[in-house]
Nanobody, 123 residues
Framework: QVQLVESGGGLVQAGGSLRLSCAAS????????MGWFRQAPGKERDFVTA????????YYADSVKGRFTISRDKAKNTVYLQMYSLKPEDTAVYYC????????????????WGQGTQVTVSS
């Protein structure tokens, strides 16, 4: 049984930064692509970013390019989302996901899913 546990969410002012973490347990996900999605109240779930199994390829939604950075530490079975220059429209619950390939995640799918962490950006 794989568990993905997100942490690092919180309340931040516009222009601020946060770093989210997602720790995997139950099995190693070193061969899986990892990613982040977000869902704002009353809106659809959106793809944010994904990283390949070896960290060599990353994808970002246009809305976060240049502001967010995804990374992973395979030894710690953890993926990170560093967020800079946060905007009120970044407010959402952020979910960590694992997929057998990058295309699974970039197409909105996943194999494993976390419980989410709330990010609130005040104006």
């Amino acid at each position: 049984q794989v568990q993905l546990v997100e942490s690092g969410g919180g309340l931040v002012q516009a222009g601020g930064s946060l770093r989210l973490s997602c720790a995997a347990s139950g099995r190693t996900l070193s061969s899986y692509a990892m990613g982040w999605f977000r869902q704002a109240p009353g809106k659809e779930r959106d793809f944010v970013t994904a990283i390949s199994w070896n960290g060599g390829i990353t994808y970002y939604a246009d809305s976060v390019k240049g502001r967010f950075t995804i990374s992973r530490d395979k030894a710690k079975n953890t993926v990170y989302l560093q967020m800079y220059s946060l905007k009120p429209e970044d407010t959402a619950v952020y979910y960590c996901a694992a997929g057998r390939s990058l295309s699974v995640l970039t197409n909105g799918g996943y194999d494993y899913w976390g419980q989410g962490t709330q990010v609130t950006v005040s104006s």
